[in-house]
């Protein structure tokens, strides 16, 4: 049953995940120089610019919130609700980056700080499906041959039929999305936002991303940046 909210007055807040240890980069990649600019300052700018986009919650591990504040400060960016800790895992940073939220009949667009080349049309997107849809993912379909394997050994090969490798954006309806937090088993570990509302049986609609919208994993990430 669809939560009968005023559409057209909702609030729209992103909230940029940036609580990664980021081992398989070396360091807090979030905070890595690129092109001048450290990542996170970069996916920032970019809301920063969406006139959809009311405000900004930003989640950053602890001991960073103080150099983030002084990012924010060089690069004069004005949209920063609230800076909140990120937790243990994915899912308790953003539930972190959820309780930071006042108003609570509003749009959340949930964005992994480093994905610093998301379009402001597919940011756009995913807020008008939101206001239809109340859950929106982004993804792109699997064209590749696609082997499940144990210990080096092939099991069987896996059909590719209906296969999508996500991206964020996400956006949600705030009491949609945080209704599934109350009903899920909180110890299990989800790796995005959508699998919280698929594990409480709620339905999930999925749109095609954007080639370009990578995510930075490791460093050879940003020599295909370039």
Known sequence: MKAKLSLNSMKVYAIIVAGGKGRRFGGMKQFFTFKGKPILVHT???FERNKNVNSIILVVPPRMIGRTKMLLKTYELKKIEKIVPGG??????????????EKKDAIVVIHDAVRPFVSQNLINRGIRLCKKYQAVIFGLPVFETVKYARRNRVIKTVSREGLFTIQTPQVFQYQYLYSAYEKVDFKKNFTDESQILESAGLPVYIFKGEVKNIKITTREDLTKAI
């Open 44 to 46: 920032i700018e970019i």
């Open 88 to 101: 243990k895992r994915r899912q308790n940073s953003v539930l972190n980056g959820m309780k930071a939220i």
